[in-house]
């Protein structure tokens, strides 16, 4: 038996989908654990592109089992979607895809919740999707929340419904002066949604266990990432779960005494989507060129994501955190004609040299960051799955980032395909 965690160890758009989709073979279930329909998980299949944003990304083999834990936020309106879209590309979900009745709901209150409170923060801002995923976290802290279990059951879900509206509504109005919410209008609407998704809700605690009981290889996929998590990320401009490896053994209600190996996954440069610090941030030619190389667009919003050179000290910050077992590292692809590439080791804030990330966002933002400079390698990685091949220079700089951050590398790739990818050392 395996249990294999794969975290996000930067600000998410790591590659975490293309990672589970490459180790999903191996395993009998893949278990979506936590976050919302703010994630955006790529795979390329061929010519074939698919976009996941709350079904787990080992969905297209047609043998793993797939689960949306009770640690996810669910857009139901998404969801319909994206399992529509599946089957229209012959996809077969029945039988193997199952949603945790415990999974909360998101509501159409919660997105303009969202979108009131993010327009205003004016320049303080978080750069939040607008999906309403901290408002549903909001509402399930507070005890208020719908769950998954109460949309497939109409009267109750109408209830429920009724008795936020008052006061959602009120703040809509008068304090956001923005739409209400009709509740004839969402129960009408959202029982359609309930009806479609009745059969994939299941009781995923009795799957789940049954899985590790019979001994069986299983994944647990996060979505976002270590620096954006609610309790260790750079906090205010972080999601609204733990995105850690505790978050995701509460999301898919594995303990964290079953968990056999945690694979960290990480670009071999940095990305951000959003407001923020991000001390090695790029606003140059090479910035430019990695954008550009790495099509760094988000996957959920189209937002252009911001680019800058690898942070070994924030990865190891992350690594720390997370309990990291080896490094899946990324898009190595996207340097290949830069002649020189640096890499962050320390920062420097008002005189003081820092080895480890600060705490405070307000301090992070100022620090300077440190680098070290390491050759390029100019010559094309894309494809390669020995390592062997790599170019000398790009094995130097793999190792090196290993050496900085004190972690293995287990897996590097080298492009959008999905088997762009050098496997290395054992997951499984």
Not at 47 to 75: M, N, W
Not at 106 to 120: M, N, S, V, W
Not at 198 to 204: K, M, N
Not at 228 to 233: C, E, I, P, V
Request: aromatic share 8%; charged share 20%.
């Amino acid at each position: 038996m395996a249990v294999v965690a794969v975290v996000g160890l930067q600000w998410g758009d790591e590659g975490k989908g293309k990672i589970v989709d490459l180790l999903t073979p191996r395993v009998h279930m893949v278990i979506r654990c936590q976050g919302g329909a703010n994630a955006g998980h790529t795979i390329v299949v061929g010519e074939d592109k698919y976009v996941f944003h709350q079904i787990p990304s080992g969905v297209l083999h047609p043998t793993t089992r797939c689960v949306v834990g009770a640690g996810v936020v669910i857009d139901p309106g998404a969801m319909v979607g994206e399992i529509q879209d599946l089957l229209r590309r012959g996809v077969e979900l029945r039988g193997r895809f199952f949603i945790s009745p415990k999974a909360h709901v998101t509501l159409p209150y919660h997105r303009l919740l969202d979108e009131g409170r993010e327009a205003r923060r004016g320049v303080n801002r978080i750069g939040t999707t607008g999906r309403g995923i901290g408002p549903t976290y909001t509402d399930k802290a507070a005890r208020c929340g719908l769950r998954m279990q109460q949309l497939i059951q109409p009267a109750t879900f109408r209830t429920a419904v009724q008795a936020n509206l008052d006061e959602n509504n009120f703040l809509l109005e008068h304090f956001f002066h923005l739409p209400t919410v009709h509740l004839d209008e969402v129960c009408a609407e959202y029982a359609d949604y309930g009806e479609f998704l009745r059969d994939f809700v299941q009781d995923t605690d009795s799957l789940v266990r049954q899985a590790v009981q019979r001994g069986e290889h299983i994944l647990l996929e996060g979505a976002q990432a270590s620096l954006l998590d609610l309790d260790h990320g750079t906090y205010p401009y972080v999601t609204s779960s733990n995105t850690n490896t505790s978050g995701l053994c509460a999301g898919s209600g594995i303990a964290p005494s079953r968990v056999t190996h945690v694979l960290g996954v990480a670009k071999v440069y940095a990305t951000r989507v959003g407001m923020g610090p991000f001390p090695t941030e790029l606003h140059d030619d090479i910035g430019q060129i990695i954008q550009e190389r790495g099509q760094e667009v988000g996957a959920t919003t189209g937002r252009v994501r911001r680019c800058g050179w690898l942070d070994a000290v924030s990865l190891r910050y992350s690594i720390w955190h997370s309990g990291v077992t080896s490094l899946a590292l990324t898009k190595l692809d996207v340097l290949d004609p830069l002649p020189e590439l640096a890499l962050c080791t320390g920062y420097r804030y008002k005189g003081e040299m820092l080895r480890e990330m600060p705490s405070d966002a307000a301090v992070l933002q100022q620090v300077e960051p440190l680098y070290e400079a390491l050759p390029g390698w100019q010559q094309s990685t894309v494809g390669m799955t020995e390592y062997q091949a790599l170019p000398d220079a790009a094995k130097r700089y793999l190792d090196h980032i290993a050496q900085a951050v004190d972690c293995e590398v287990s897996l590097i790739s080298t492009g959008y395909g999905r088997d762009h990818a050098v496997l290395q050392g054992t997951i499984f």
